[in-house]
């Protein structure tokens, strides 16, 4: 049954809430559960939770999976590839943020998180209103740790693949240069991406 369309934003409003910038988890680790010295226990966004009325207007999606706790190793530069990593050029688009990582082989590395924010994708008259929270949500779509679903399949294809793992970013993590801020607290994925170019690196 289709709702009346005078109905459907008093609904809407109900489900989610005008633009905030706590939208977001502060961070991904699970108070209170604890792991290994080298692991924290995180969800990837569970800032994407809806009650029955948010799911049945938003879509159910991968809620499940965003906020589900699970246990990642804590991202060390100096042991997360042999020879270690070192901050290299900043990139990202609209969504995501990222930056690429250096390895001492020369080979360069693809850090991002897996959490997006579109803020920067919508007008600026827009974004304090609730349609960025709904583009917001609209992450949830997508599933989390479906990268990690690709290497196995691409191997018994018998296809060239990266290799991408997931970490969690401490809370007090600096050796990232001035992208440290951005993605202290976070889950993010880290992959190959080939060999370093030449640029200069962020000291």
């Not at 049954?1 to 633009?19: D, E, G, I, N, Q």
């Not at 998180?113 to 992450?139: G, Q, W, Y």
Request: charged share 15%; hydrophobic share 40%.
């Amino acid at each position: 049954m289709r709702l009346p369309l005078p109905c459907f934003f008093p609904l809407l409003l109900t489900a989610t809430s005008c633009a905030s910038s706590h939208f977001f988890q502060p961070d991904a680790r699970v108070s209170g559960r604890t792991a290994a010295p080298d692991s924290a226990v995180v969800t990837a966004g569970r800032h994407y939770q809806r009650g029955p009325i948010g799911r049945f207007l938003l879509g159910q999606h991968y809620r499940h999976a965003w906020a589900e706790p699970v246990t990642l190793p804590v991202l060390n530069l100096a042991t997360a590839v042999p020879g270690g990593l070192k901050p290299g050029k900043v990139g990202g688009g609209f969504q995501t943020t990222s930056m690429t990582v250096l390895g001492a082989d020369g080979r360069a590395y693809a850090l991002r998180s897996v959490d997006k924010d579109p803020t920067k994708a919508l007008p600026k008259f827009l974004r304090p209103t609730l349609i960025l929270t709904i583009v917001r949500d609209a992450t949830s779509a997508g599933m989390p740790y479906g990268s990690l679903v690709v290497p196995p399949l691409a191997q018994a294809a018998g296809v060239y693949h990266t290799n991408p793992r997931l970490y969690y970013v401490s809370a007090t993590e600096n050796g990232l240069g001035p992208t440290s801020e951005r993605l202290r607290g976070r889950v993010v994925l880290l992959e190959e991406s080939g060999k370093a170019r030449k640029t200069s690196t962020v000291p």
